[in-house]
């Protein structure tokens, strides 16, 4: 198949030619890319509803995905899980309907890691997400369906859901751009969340601008400009998330960041974030073991029969990954009571607080690091990974460096830097202040131009 991602321009460009045979293309993509990459878990029909070529404009006739824990009410929503399997949901969710409103048309959902309990997107339900870069690898997780179906060109763009870097993280291992939002930018509801505070519905797109189209159509904000600004960009760089590279990852990132400081408009200033990267690793998962269960019974109650006699210990028995069935016992069998919760909240609080410490006494206008320290990881290799020649925890070294902004309820947005030696994709990620989302989808904008000399590798899905 073609392996190649193909944007806004290109779409319309194919819509306005002939809208029915984009919607082919876009279809036999996602279908191929679900064969072998198992990327999507079900796929739209053509349809009949097409806009004429002449309006071929914006998001008409736009193919998007949308990860499979968001609600369509045309296509089931499983969350990964084969207990759901065959739910349909009653309507769209809100973030959905925004964008069929605005003329985008769905091509699918897309495969995730089971409950998006995990950041490699393998699946004992419905099989593992393959990077398109190397099958053998991960697409990252959770949503790495989503991510594949747009670096294969299977979409324009594609939602995805983001607790700890489920966006940032399979936009680094597919060479693609994944945008987190602050928690409440985009609406909530029909999501099969796993916290009411931490988790955000997102974006994903082959470039910056493609994403603030999306964002505009989602917010109704009119897409922001990159505006000239007197001197250049202050990017802070925790010294603490450059250590531990795999060094062809850290040979990428110099090299960017060398383009970066290389282009005239950017600055960048060493700063350090380890003491809020280990409150929040101390205290993160207490707030999701605590807001999971309740959050999950609340999306289940308001399904169709019979699916909404379901509960979490439901879920859990009937997992097919050992890693989500036994984070789900552990969940279950450890309930976390509220003054531990109130104390995890209260630690996000000053979490939060220590990044404005970081960056406002600098005059920063974000953060920019390494998304991942790792390549993506082999597949099979079940809770542990190889880095640095040495056996490690799969979870907490593909969330080291986005777990504390998350957990603060941060925005983020992560940009190909480049690939390494074996032609696998390096992502930077870009971190802003809590509802700072403007601001940093426009310094997202300049960096990427910084960037744009980063040779990308061609995509084969071959080992």
């Known amino acids: 198949m073609n392996r190649r991602a193909l944007g806004f321009e290109g779409w319309r460009e194919l819509i306005g030619a002939d809208p029915h045979t984009a919607r082919e293309r876009a279809r036999d993509a996602a279908l191929e890319s679900a064969a072998d990459l198992g990327a999507f ?6 349809g009949s509803s097409l806009p004429p070529p002449r309006q071929a404009r914006g998001m008409k006739g736009m193919p998007f995905a949308v990860k499979d824990n968001i609600d369509t009410s045309s296509l089931a929503t499983t969350g990964g899980s084969a207990v759901l399997e065959g739910s349909l949901p009653r309507a769209d969710a809100g973030v959905v309907r925004s964008l069929l409103d605005a003329g985008a048309w769905l091509v699918g959902k897309t495969n995730l890691h089971e409950l998006a ?44 859901t983001d607790t700890g870097g489920s966006m940032t993280i399979p936009a680094a291992c597919c060479s693609i751009v994944g945008y987190r939002p602050t928690r409440g930018r985009y609406p909530v509801d029909g999501f099969l969340s796993i916290s009411w505070t931490r988790d955000s519905i997102g974006v994903m797109a082959t470039s910056v601008a493609d994403v603030i189209t999306v964002d505009a159509a989602v917010t109704g904000r009119s897409p922001s400009r990159t505006r000239r600004r007197r001197g250049p960009l ?108 109130r104390r995890a909240r209260d630690a996000r609080d000053a979490v939060q607080a220590d990044h404005w410490r970081v960056t406002s006494p600098r005059q920063l206008d974000a953060l920019l690091y390494p998304t991942i320290p790792s390549r993506p990881p082999l597949l099979g290799e079940g809770t542990v990974m190889t880095h640095r020649n040495r056996t490690v925890e799969t979870f907490p070294t593909l969330t080291r460096h986005t777990e504390a902004g998350a957990f603060a309820g941060n925005p983020s947005i992560s940009l190909p830097a480049g690939c390494d030696r074996g032609g696998l994709p390096v992502g930077l990620t870009l971190e802003g202040l809590r509802g700072a989302d403007d601001r940093l989808l426009e310094i997202a904008a300049m960096a990427e131009s910084a960037l744009a000399g980063a040779e990308m590798p061609v995509l084969t899905g071959e080992r």
């Open 41 to 46: 878990l079900s796929v739209a029909e053509p």
């Open 234 to 341: 202050r990017l802070g760089v925790p010294q603490n998330r450059l250590s531990d590279l795999d060094d062809d990852v850290a040979d990428v990132v110099d090299d960017a960041f060398s383009r970066l400081e290389g282009s005239g408009f950017v600055e960048l200033h060493e700063v350090s974030t380890a003491s809020l990267d280990a409150r929040a690793f101390e205290h993160g998962f207490t707030v999701v073991a605590f807001e999971a269960p309740r959050t999950a019974e609340a999306y289940l109650s308001e399904l169709r029969s019979p699916y909404n006699d379901l509960d979490l210990a439901a879920l859990a028995s009937g997992a097919r990954s050992g890693d989500v069935k036994a984070l789900l016992g552990h969940i279950l069998a450890h309930p976390i009571g509220r003054d531990r919760y």
């Open 117 to 160: 309990l995990g950041v490699t997107s393998e699946n004992g339900a419905f099989g593992d997400v393959r990077n398109p870069y190397d099958a053998g690898r991960s697409a990252g997780g959770s949503s790495g369906g989503s991510a594949v179906a747009v670096a294969v060109g299977a979409a324009a763009f594609s939602l995805g």
